[in-house]
């Protein structure tokens, strides 16, 4: 039995997310506003004699506190990243600060919900002027915060995700289309996009021309593939009207070099392994691709939201209350957030306890992984692939083989293709047949 764990780039362990020090950054930031605010309100109701905006205030102080947790979080994982005594890295402690985050979410709506439901068996006076211009500002923090905490990370969405394709043409009636990976060339004057397309049919080379001018004839094309391995395959092509497509397959990975000749003219493109899962916006992730989503910003970005809805629910329950005199409106929006806050909460305690317990977050890289070695002509023993952090992902890889000069290098070489694998143990057993 041989044996190897390889690490690729990063072999120190090293597993942050690639905006761990501008989520760092917004954090604190978003900290910064809620401590002056909390002071200003502490300060200026304790001077103007307003017990509503003193309350307002601490309120605020526990918001500051939830943040915190996320910019410790930060802090503490880009300090000890390179400390030995964690084996994995400190990937996870985002997902560790956003599943206590959720925690607290879970019993911030706990507690509304319940002082809600006592208020509405036994209602209390509600001071309207005071109440309604605090919910207002308690709003506009929350939206400036939110604000800090937005960017590229996606962290707030709900959709499902979806399987990604290097094509978005779909019904193939546009094969170049809006593909960001499709590589552009130029044979005989005439322009041409070569592209992987894997929309709901197996991986195949599309080519066609961008001018509507036209394909090559089809026994004039050809594709040859090498791999970091140094091996090789040539692909021939069939016409099918608009675009030109491989009569064969496309191995996993999809991270080679390809000649692409035209009517002898060869030229010379690179196939990369991209983020697909950058395209899943949600919370779930069901095997989009690779998961680089920073739970730790996404739980202070959820505390923020949360807090802006009961803000628009409170300024709601209590125009109502006030100008109707439906003092059950204002408990009546507090259980309607308590259960909106709950609901997030789900939500983030699923995914950061998944993670925490080392499910397995991506289908679809698993099957890419088990792909690329049957492609070898060996058999996968077992397989593992768990989350190191944002964007990261760790692998135990056994395979038999009954190839005798197959060493752990040889599938280094096969699987590094794969955005997002950082971290590969190889298990290797020699076939006994």
């Given amino acids: 039995m041989n044996e190897a764990a390889i690490g690729f780039g990063s072999h120190d362990h090293v597993f942050l997310g690639a905006a761990h020090d501008k989520n760092e950054r917004k954090t604190w930031a978003v900290i910064a506003l809620c401590t002056v605010m909390m002071v200003v309100e502490i300060v200026g109701g304790s001077l103007f004699g307003s017990l509503a905006l003193v309350a307002d205030g601490l309120h605020m102080s526990t918001h500051a506190s939830a943040m915190l947790i996320a910019a410790l979080a930060y802090r503490y994982a880009r300090k000890h990243a390179t400390d030995r005594r964690f084996v994995f890295g400190t990937g996870k402690f985002g997902d560790l600060a956003g599943f206590t985050s959720a925690v607290i979410l879970a ?7 319940y002082e809600a439901i006592a208020r509405v068996f036994a209602p209390v006076p509600i001071r309207f002027t005071e109440a309604i211009p605090i919910a207002v500002v308690g709003l506009l923090v929350n939206i400036v915060s939110a604000w800090l905490l937005s960017g590229d990370d996606h962290h707030h969405g709900h959709s499902h995700g979806h399987g990604h394709s290097h094509d978005h043409g779909g019904d193939g009636s546009d094969p170049h289309g809006h593909d960001e990976e499709a590589k552009v060339i130029t044979s005989a004057g005439v322009e041409y996009a070569l592209s992987v397309f894997e929309d709901a049919v ?42 030109l497509e491989s009569t ?57 939201i949360a807090d802006a809805a009961v803000s628009v629910l409170a300024i709601i329950g209590l125009s109502l209350a006030k100008a109707f005199g439906w003092l059950w409106m204002d408990p009546l929006a507090g259980v309607v957030g308590a259960l909106v806050i ?30 690329a070695v049957d492609s070898a002509g060996d058999e996968l023993l077992d397989l593992h692939v768990w989350r190191l952090g944002p964007g990261h992902f760790g692998a135990v890889v056994s395979v038999v083989t009954s190839a005798a000069q197959r060493n752990p290098s040889f599938y280094h070489s096969i699987l590094r293709g794969f955005k997002g694998l950082s971290h590969i143990t190889v298990e290797i057993h020699p076939s006994l047949t």
Wanted: net charge negative; proline share 4%; aromatic share 8%.
């Fill in 107 to 113: 019993m911030i709506a706990l507690l509304i919900g």
């Fill in 202 to 243: 197996p991986p195949v080379f599309r080519l066609a021309s961008l001018d509507g001018r036209g394909v090559a004839p089809a026994k004039d094309v050809s594709v040859t593939t090498e791999r970091t391995d140094g091996s090789r395959q040539t692909f021939d092509f069939v016409d099918r009207g608009a675009y």
């Fill in 248 to 304: 064969t397959d496309i191995p996993e990975p999809h991270a080679f070099t390809a000649w692409i000749s035209i009517a002898g003219d060869a030229q010379r493109v690179d196939f990369e392994e991209h983020d697909h899962g950058a395209h899943d916006h949600g919370a779930h992730d069901h095997g989009g691709g690779v998961d680089s989503r920073d739970h730790n910003i996404r739980a202070a970005y959820i505390h923020v």
């Fill in 342 to 371: 709950a609901n997030w909460s789900y939500g983030l305690m699923r995914d950061t306890g998944a993670i925490l317990l080392d499910v397995c977050p991506s289908d679809t890289l698993e099957k890419k992984v088990r792909a």
